[in-house]
């Protein structure tokens, strides 16, 4: 009899920690299945936030595009320049197209809206209005300017295919653009390149050329121009002119 009690008392302690195992186990998948929920609502917030942004950012978008195009059309752009209140010429105008990475000159498409206005954090005009001042300070970086500069020339090209851009349009842009770090010198270039007969167009090497030497040779003095170096031919002839019209 002694030892069938023993035998019960095992039995019953062995049911009681098998239970208490079981317990354990349903506790843990219990607090595991609680921790996923937490998880996956914390996953969850910020893809809302996200897909919230962009729907105010599209929203923004359409008060501007062309219903039959789907894009923001030159009409579009000039509408959009009178409720930021600058001129469609203002170079804050090309620094947004240069964040969007549109590609053609006039028109902003929906993807290039949305990844420059998503980087801006500016999903309405007042937010776009006071993005300006810190996307302007992003432009003139030495890091990025050289890659704004180069993407004005681009913009520019408004055929396909096409590699050059007039004497008009280069001087305008100059004056847009490189004028914002170099205004002496591009006054003087402008001032050639309008004087001259030789070049009817500028095509990208010479372009950048004037940006090297707006940054590396000395103004007004170029007696740092060395024209045996790899200077366009129009640079040597622009230095020529200089110091023929020094006095």
Known sequence: MRR???????STATASAGAEQVNEKQNRKRKGVSTNLTSRKAQRGPTKAVSKEVERIDQFFYTYADNSSGMIDP??????????????TDVRILMLAWKMGCEKQGY?????WRNGLKALRADNISKLKKAFPELVQE????????EFYT???RYCLTEDKKK?????????????????QFRPQVDKLNNYLKYQNDYKVINMD?????FRFCNEINFPSLDNYDSDLAWPLILDNFVE?????KS
């Open 4 to 10: 069938a009690s023993r035998k019960s008392s095992s």
């Open 75 to 88: 009409e579009g752009i000039e509408t959009l320049c009178a409720h930021l209140e600058v001129p469609h």
């Open 108 to 112: 902003f498409t929906l993807d290039e």
């Open 139 to 146: 432009v003139m970086r030495t890091s990025n300017f050289m």
């Open 151 to 153: 993407y004005a020339f």
């Open 164 to 180: 050059c851009i007039e004497i008009p349009v280069a001087c305008e842009l100059l004056n847009l653009v490189l004028a914002l």
């Open 206 to 210: 010479q372009w950048i050329g004037f």
């Open 241 to 245: 002119w200089l110091r023929e019209n």
